[in-house]
């Protein structure tokens, strides 16, 4: 089985700042895939980011970008020009080749006007 | 936005009765999970399926059996509901069709149901 830890609990930041969310993760497969989910207040959960193992380039959308590093088997999330609505709970999650996903414990993300 | 629903999205139950969630897709996916999340664990998976009728237990199935009788729905029962099952239930589907490709790697979620065993 894999395990994913997300260490910080709860983190802040200001509005237009830079934020950094870790996640590590354990496993011996080389093939699989990463996410970071986003849940807001309305308790949906959307998908901000997603990482293929087998790519070095390290994925972004918009404002949300990845640190993926393999051998340290770590999966950064940074979120710049924070936004209220980036106020949320994060999920870093793994998928592995027999189709289970993993996530961690999440972290609880406020952003301050 | 993937279709699936989850029924009721709210329950109130009393200890000891039975209870029944449903997960209801559109979108032909092959996987079906149900998790629960409480807070300090995150999400942990109760059962999974893979296909109709094909389903296997995750890490916290004990007390929680499901069934899948067609593609599109996926049925969790808490035979006799306990207090330690009062959380929030997620369904999430999946399309991932192997190795190599992106295509439909992401898990998409219901809405949830919050389900308290008083």
């Known amino acids: 089985a894999q395990t994913v830890t997300q260490s910080q609990p709860e983190m802040s930041v200001q509005e237009a700042e830079t934020v950094t969310l870790s996640c590590t993760y354990d496993?011996?497969?080389?093939?699989?895939?990463l996410f970071w989910y986003k849940q807001p207040p309305s308790r949906q959960m959307i998908l901000v980011i997603r990482?293929?193992?087998?790519?070095?380039q390290n994925a972004t959308e918009n404002r949300f970008s990845v640190n993926f590093q393999k051998a340290a088997k770590s999966f950064s999330l940074k979120i710049s020009d924070s936004q209220l609505g980036d106020t949320a709970m994060y999920f870093c999650?793994?998928?592995?080749?027999?189709?289970?996903?993993?996530f961690g414990t999440g972290t609880s993300l406020t952003v301050i006007p | 936005d993937a279709g699936i629903t989850q029924s009721p999205r709210h329950k109130v139950t009393e200890t000891g009765t039975p209870v029944t969630l449903r997960c209801h897709q559109t979108?032909?996916?092959?996987?079906m999970y149900w998790y629960r999340q409480d807070p300090g664990h995150g999400l942990r998976l109760i059962h999974y399926?893979?296909?109709?009728?094909?389903?296997d237990k995750g890490e916290v199935s004990d007390g929680y059996s499901v069934s899948r009788s067609k593609t599109e729905d996926f049925l969790l029962t808490l035979e006799s509901a306990t207090s330690s099952q009062t959380s929030v239930y997620f369904c999430?589907?999946?399309?991932?069709?192997?190795?190599?490709?992106?295509?439909?790697?992401?898990?998409?979620f219901g809405q949830g149901t919050r389900l308290t065993v008083v």
């Open positions: 399926s893979y296909g109709v009728k094909d389903t």
């Open positions: 999430a589907i999946s399309g991932f069709s192997g190795q190599g490709t992106t295509l439909n790697t992401e898990a998409f």
């Open positions: 999650a793994f998928l592995d080749t027999g189709n289970q996903f993993y």
């Open positions: 979108e032909n996916h092959r996987y």
């Open positions: 496993t011996s497969e080389n093939n699989y895939y």
């Open positions: 990482q293929e193992a087998y790519k070095q």
